[in-house]
DNA sequence: CATGAATGAGCTTTCATTCAT
DNA sequence: CATGAATGAAAGCTCATTCAT
């Protein structure tokens, strides 16, 4: 047998990797559509041939790179998890999030974009759909462990504030007072456990 | 023969508000570069030749979509001016920002859709930054109106709850409980006139 | 309404017979596989695109062409069948497939090496097949009509010899004795009207 | 070490079988352009780069293929050389020939394909003229030993039909009364050693 | 000997745009 | 003004072949 199959394990990885980060690169400056398999491969620095033995479409690429950003938001809300109060946690949440847009601009700008291209994600349409649900049932139930009445509605409110943040988070090129933003947000929040009116005084 | 002319006139702005109408559908179903001028031209029903008579280019007539997107939001601020309180402000712009997207539904998932693809918006970039950086200050100075105080910051955070409620509204087929939510969101901001802290508990 | 109806009509007719013409000589001459559509329109003097304005592909190209040398089956038929004899009826049927086969030879050869290409003629082999039975039916009649005993499987035989000259004369490049050859064929055939043994000796 | 030497030629000679019965299954089913070299060595079971150390190209193994497709005719003439009368030999050839086509059935629906893409014969270099050449006298000399008059002409009509029936039964999937068909084709050649009119009525 | 990662030319097809009529 | 035939560059993807290991 030649070339250990661990060999070529790893090189086949390393190829992968280099065309996913070539991915991120391209697609979020150009668009999907806007970016050729061949431009791609040229990013990579490999042939076209060797990008279709590792991905079986383009579409296949971007699926790939999708993916990895749903993991993205998992670890947010696991950080916000461990904070004992509402406004703790929306702290975290939101703290995490601006964290995890700075390691992986990119890839969210390309992610933000995508969410209203229905032709492109027709085969991510059922994936996402369902992830938005989970995600949603999460901060619901955080609230409502949180002594938050109307979890529900209160939820959809910290979702869209989480999305609103990262909207104008990414619009930015820098500057953005990111932590003078989240703590403004945050303060909307209750901060003692005891259960109280939702916005009171 | 002035009467030939205006009656020209007429048709052909008819004729642009067909085209108009029908890239609204398309692009926001198929996305720009999954709509084709072909398909564009026959579903405005007119022959393709006459389309670039109207238009210079298929981007051309993205660019003339987008322009009129803007026109709609600063209609939702005019509409939140009326409001004496911040509360009341808030209430009437998302309120407002809501039945925009029910008129405009399809032109606002593309116009959200377009947001994060610099290079098809290259031509749009700029006038998009003027655009945002004003609806920032207007923002801005109808909160400090209002009596609240860091109404940078606090403008911001009103920005973001606009773009993400708008995110979520449109991402949900229907559904959406838009009217719980609003009030939910409305009810963290100040509703009475005097001055004083945020939200403190 | 610019450029008449007519000349537009006109103009499209003359185009689809140039693609066909050109189709027919490189398809005989290199295989279906073996011509790019590219060399397609070049032959037919067009460019690509103009070729699938008037054609969904180039396997529709293809069928388009197999089906008018399926006319040309039931031509020889026809003319056949004014024969009162069997010998009269064969002979009638060799000269005029002959005759056939020198007027689109190309036609013809691309036709036949078809026949054994099954994945090629996918979208064919239905039509091709419904078509062999119903010229085996016709045979079979005109043979019965004309006294032989045994004309199913005369005609069998009928339809293998039509068969076997179409491949021996197309293969040759020129000097088949093909008159010579359809004599010989011919005097195995019973040439008197009246009933009797197929051929005792 | 003889022996080692040995067993490695072995080795090498059941792969080089493997490749060559792969590669009748695929090109018969999906045509030669429509075989992959990939798929070729998936459905042999060994390497890409093994498959090259056997054969010089893809079309090499089409050319082994051919060849052996020579030597099955041969031997249908030899079966038949042993009767001693024209119908004696027409029977036992075309006997024979159905008896080949059901042992090797994909060969010969692939080389039947090819006979008629005289691009491809003529890359592939094999010397079809002189192979049928060299038949039609070998079937000359055969009629006119066993008494048959104008044996040149004859030769052609055997051939055709020989061709005629091979490509019958190769259409039909299953059910071609080949027995039947192969006796009304026989009694028309005649019977006895004595001179005599071919067929006279 | 045997492997399969890697190459890149070439394929079919689409589509923005032009222009003769 | 209005049409749609015509153009050809460029897209996504496949595949015969090579070669480091």
Avoid at 34 to 54: F, K, M, N, P, Q
Avoid at 143 to 154: D, K, Q, S, T
Wanted: no cysteine.
């Amino acid at each position: 047998m030649p070339r250990t199959a661990d060999a070529n394990a790893a090189l086949r990885e390393k190829t992968r990797e280099r065309v996913l980060q070539a991915a991120v690169r391209l697609f979020s400056r150009h668009g999907f559509d806007g970016t050729s398999v061949r431009a791609l491969a040229e990013e990579a620095d490999i042939a076209v041939g060797l990008l279709y033995s590792h991905f079986e479409s383009k579409e296949a690429v971007l699926l790939a790179l999708m993916q990895s950003s749903m993991v993205d938001v998992a670890r947010t809300l696991e950080d916000a998890d461990r904070e004992p109060t509402a406004r703790g946690f929306v702290t975290a949440l939101l703290t995490s999030t601006v964290a995890m847009l700075d390691a992986h601009r990119d890839l969210w700008r390309l992610s933000q974009g995508l969410r209203h291209q229905p032709e492109v994600l027709a085969r991510l349409k059922l994936p996402l759909e369902h992830f938005l649900g989970a995600t949603h049932q999460r901060l619901e139930r955080a609230l409502a462990a949180r002594g938050l009445p109307e979890a529900g509605i209160e939820a959809r409110v910290l979702f869209a504030t989480v999305e609103g943040l990262t909207q104008q988070y990414l619009q930015q090129e820098g500057g953005y007072p990111a932590a003078d933003v989240i703590r403004a947000m945050a303060r909307k929040w209750p901060g003692a456990l005891r259960k109280r009116k939702a916005d009171a005084p």
